[in-house]
């Protein structure tokens, strides 16, 4: 592992972890050259079904787009990190059990506003609005009424 703050490439590794469901090892490691400590987090590689876009276009699955869907909705609002990261796990489990080689992005879509609903109201109402491009305040009235009840 090369060192992110010198690059040198030897780094030992001082302690070890893993995380309290076993989905990921954490290391703590020191750089041989400059002494400087890291941390990095070790995941099973696997393999996502390709998110087929709207327009019929094919994109890999990326977690990093998800966090960023996550993140807009609930900037400012009292959700924190690790609720963020187990509903992301909850979709990415659920992707991984349909066993599928293809998914619509609305189905993904569909599952973070799932998980937003659970997370925070205004944060669900956010996504919603933007996902499902409300053309009139009726419907964005609709959904407010549907959170409410």
Do not use: W
């Amino acid at each position: 592992m090369k060192c992110p703050f010198c690059s040198h490439p030897e780094t030992q590794v001082v302690e070890t972890r893993a995380s309290e469901d076993g989905d990921f090892i954490r290391r703590r490691r020191r750089c041989a050259s400059c002494g400087k400590r890291f941390t990095t987090y070790e995941r099973p590689e696997v393999n996502f079904p390709s998110v087929v876009k709207k327009d019929g276009r094919r994109t890999e699955y990326s977690r990093a787009k998800l966090l960023g869907s996550f993140a807009i909705a609930l900037r400012k609002r009292p959700v924190s990190t690790e609720q963020v990261d187990s509903a992301i796990e909850r979709i990415e489990e659920k992707l991984l059990n349909l066993g599928l080689r293809e998914i619509p992005s609305s189905h993904i879509g569909e599952m973070v506003m799932r998980e937003l609903k659970k997370l925070d109201k205004v944060a669900y109402i956010r996504y919603a609005s933007v996902y499902r491009s409300f053309e009139d305040i009726d419907e964005f009235k609709s959904v407010v009424d549907e959170v409410r009840q």
